[in-house]
T-cell receptor, first 111, second 114 residues
């Protein structure tokens, strides 16, 4: 089992829809969870981080964490073509700042 | 104002050569990292330094040697380059090495081995 798993996609949604990106992780002791966006040929850019169970909202983005199910998700409301990118889930497994990344989910928002 | 900067952006070289990549951050962070992103876009940590001290050293060939002259700089030297070293190498930094600190990435160095 991979330490952090994501569906590789591509996930295709129409403009204005809600995009739902999912991530599961293997280490129950994981502390912190991060979502990064990476455009093709660019560097990962931090979008959201979440530490506690529940929802955390920032503009059109909502991160959801369920530690009992070892599951973290990212919702993007009112998706725009500019949201088309690869979304990387990263988990800090309490190993001195060591981030474990999933393989990323490619999102395509169609006009 | 570039927060985490890497040089060079592109590096094309032949197998067997030795090369270095430099990284500097102006965020005042204590911790810096090197990641490798392969052709399948999988991002994996290689090393991290906290205030010039090595704290994470993943299973990386000893041809790779990081050096941190001060907490704002972390360089990566690679000896005897191999075809499999072709990848994008990202430098990152965080406030400190605590688990709740987000990491901020540089623009990456695309290394191509001929």
């Amino acid at each position: 089992q991979k330490e952090v798993e994501q569906n590789s996609g591509p996930l295709s949604v129409p403009e204005g829809a809600i995009a739902s990106l999912n991530c599961t992780y293997s280490d129950r002791g994981s502390q912190s969870f991060f979502w990064y966006r990476q455009y093709s040929g660019k560097s990962p850019e931090l979008i959201m981080f979440i530490y506690s169970n529940g929802d955390k909202e920032d503009g059109r983005f909502t991160a959801q964490l369920n530690k009992a199910s070892q599951y973290v998700s990212l919702l993007i409301r009112d998706s725009q073509p500019s949201d088309s990118a690869t979304y990387l889930c990263a988990v800090n497994m309490n190993q001195g700042g060591k981030l474990i990344f999933g393989q990323g989910t490619e999102l395509s928002v169609k006009p | 104002d570039t927060a985490v900067s890497q040089t060079p952006k592109y590096l094309v070289t032949q197998m067997g050569n030795d090369k270095s990549i430099k990284c500097e951050q102006n965020l005042g962070h204590d911790t810096m990292y090197w990641y490798k992103q392969d052709s399948k876009k999988f991002l994996k940590i290689m090393f991290s330094y906290n205030n010039k001290e090595l704290i994470i050293n993943e299973t990386v060939p000893n041809r790779f040697s990081p050096k941190s002259p001060d907490k704002a700089h972390l360089n990566l030297h690679i000896n005897s380059l191999e075809l499999g070293d072709s990848a994008v190498y990202f430098c990152a930094s965080s406030q400190d090495g605590r688990t709740d600190q987000p990491q901020h990435f540089g623009d990456g160095t695309r290394l191509s081995i001929l």
